[in-house]
């Protein structure tokens, strides 16, 4: 596999997330952040969320999506520091320029598409924002689009407020868009030698998931059928967390010949009668068979109603915490790694799909403005040239090892 280029002006997650699987894949990544303006901390935001690891620009919630990646500062609200860019473009024969910014700072900031594509014609280009270029004033932040694309109404008990998912599901679903298509443009680049550009509306990704629900509207669907229902299955019946006598767990029906087989164990027998044999018939008794199946399962703990399921090959699960997650063994060889400085591993989430020769480790996130320096010279700046435009606000060098910078008065 070729290693290719990706240079992102990003910040959040949803970027950050999207670029991190092209530096899994051992590409160059090399992340753009904004100098320091004056107004807040520099840089991406997410730098100085959660605990501190190694200093104050690298805490806990910034490491697992920024690993494997190199980091720039540079202003691009100056003409020089656009002309910066398009020379770090072609100098660097970057193969992907990503942004994850409002439209509506595309031209001001010298990153839209066809500034950047007559520098290079081949490049890629991908933006993410919360509605596409149609809305450029929208920001783009996960729970607001959880709220705005109906996630929150079909999630949490049918009785509850509406209530957000424990996962940042449209950042990352926006990411894995992005990953998408560029591996799709790639390709297309291939065999026509073009390059193109990729809008991901956070929104419009999100919508594109609505596959059990929208489409319903359509045959005049029944309104419990499209809000929330806790852990029910809308279709499938008896589908829901059970509790146990020393905790909880989730079960799953999803056809009449396992509703049978669950019948038939001992503990079970009770649940069934002639009306429940098939799963319409269910939906008429649901209520009743969540009542008689929370019953028969706080009898027995949560091991021996496992072991029931397994033998009659029903779908179930304990419900996890996160640590007991990372120790399952189809997990545990999985997870990828980092090291901070000081030699102390992080254990980070696994790739989402094996990929032949790829590293689990990748280096720890580079500090702010950590590569200013060594990318404008590899661009053919000279020393004296890069001191000059960083005493001119146009870029902001910081060595590995050294402090925070302050914010500019």
């Not at 980091?71 to 942004?99: M, T």
């Not at 008990?157 to 990411?175: F, N, Q, R, S, Y």
């Not at 030698?193 to 998931?209: E, F, N, P, Y």
């Not at 299955?233 to 010949?257: C, E, L, Q, W």
Request: with cysteine; net charge neutral.
């Amino acid at each position: 596999m070729k290693r290719r280029t990706i240079l992102s002006m990003e910040q959040a997650l949803s970027l950050p997330y999207a670029t991190l699987r092209f530096a899994q894949l051992g590409w160059r990544v090399i992340r753009i952040e904004s100098t320091p303006s004056g107004e807040g901390l520099p840089g991406d935001p997410n730098r100085y969320i959660g605990g501190k690891v190694v200093d104050d620009d690298r805490r806990t919630y910034f490491i697992a999506p920024n690993v494997g990646k190199e980091a720039i500062a540079l202003n691009l609200k100056e003409p020089q520091g656009q002309e910066i860019l398009k020379r770090l473009i072609k100098d660097l024969d970057v193969d992907v320029f990503c942004c994850n910014t409002v439209p509506k700072r595309y031209k001001q900031l010298g990153i839209d598409y066809e500034s950047l594509s007559a520098v290079k014609p081949d490049l890629i280009w991908a933006g993410i924002s919360a509605m596409g270029p149609e809305y450029p004033d929208a920001p783009g932040y996960d729970p607001v689009i959880q709220a705005m694309a109906g996630y929150m109404e079909l999630t949490g008990p049918a009785d509850g407020p509406p209530t957000l998912a424990g996962v940042p599901l449209i950042d990352l679903k926006a990411g894995d868009e992005v990953y998408a298509n560029v591996m799709l443009a790639l390709l297309e680049r291939a065999e026509t030698g073009k390059g193109t550009r990729i809008d991901v509306s956070m929104l419009q990704a999100a919508a594109s998931w609505l596959i059990t629900t929208l489409p319903l509207l359509d045959f005049d669907c029944q309104p419990n059928e499209i809000t929330r229902c806790g852990n029910e299955h809308r279709k499938f019946i008896p589908t829901n967390v059970y509790p146990t006598a020393d905790g909880f767990i989730y079960m799953a029906i999803g056809s009449d010949v396992q509703w049978k087989r669950l019948t038939e164990i001992p503990r079970f027998a009770s649940v069934g009668n002639a009306v429940r044999v098939t799963n319409e018939g269910r939906h008429r008794e649901r209520e009743a068979i969540h009542r008689d199946m929370a019953a028969a399962t706080k009898r027995s703990t949560t091991a021996e109603i496992a072991t029931d399921f397994r033998k009659a090959t029903i779908p179930h699960a304990p419900i996890q915490t996160i640590p007991a997650v990372r120790d399952m063994a189809a997990i545990r060889s999985k997870l990828t790694l980092t090291h901070t400085p000081a030699g102390k591993a992080v254990r980070m989430q696994p790739l989402a799909v094996d990929v032949a020769g790829c590293s689990g480790e990748l280096a720890f996130p580079a500090k702010y403005g950590q590569h200013t320096h060594a990318l404008l010279k590899e661009a053919g700046y000279s020393g004296q040239e890069i001191d000059q435009l960083e005493r001119d606000h146009i870029v902001r060098c910081v060595a590995a090892g050294a402090a925070q910078p302050p914010v500019a008065s």
